[in-house]
Nanobody
Framework: QVRLTESGGGSVQAGGSLRLSCALSGPSYNNYCIRWFRQAPGKEREGVASINERVGSTAYADSVKGRFTISGDKAKNTVYLQMNSLTPEDSAMYYC?????????????WGQGTQVTVSS
């Protein structure tokens, strides 16, 4: 069974950057669809970015397109989320999740999350 561990969160000022990491233990991440989610207090969880090596694709929410980049390192079995031009609206707990690479629709495996706080 795969386990996911996020890291890299922190506090930054608006306009700054952070790189989140999602380290997988167990099967390689390219056996899954990996998605970054975020959830801010009082708001619904939002899918931010996905990577699916099976079909060689990435996808982004409109709210982060052009600012965030998802990528993977097979040697480290880690998926990254590079976040640039951060705004206070990006403040949230960020989670990575692994799901069925055929559908990228269900995510049964989740990490514990890493907090991102962006100040104005």
């Amino acid at each position: 069974q795969v386990r996911l561990t996020e890291s890299g969160g922190g506090s930054v000022q608006a306009g700054g950057s952070l790189r989140l990491s999602c380290a997988l233990s167990g099967p390689s991440y390219n056996n899954y669809c990996i998605r970054w989610f975020r959830q801010a207090p009082g708001k619904e969880r939002e899918g931010v970015a996905s990577i699916n090596e099976r079909v060689g694709s990435t996808a982004y929410a409109d709210s982060v397109k052009g600012r965030f980049t998802i990528s993977g390192d097979k040697a480290k079995n880690t998926v990254y989320l590079q976040m640039n031009s951060l705004t206070p609206e990006d403040s949230a707990m960020y989670y990575c999740a692994a799901g069925d690479r055929a559908t990228c629709g269900r995510f049964p495996y989740w990490g514990q999350g890493t907090q991102v706080t962006v100040s104005s």
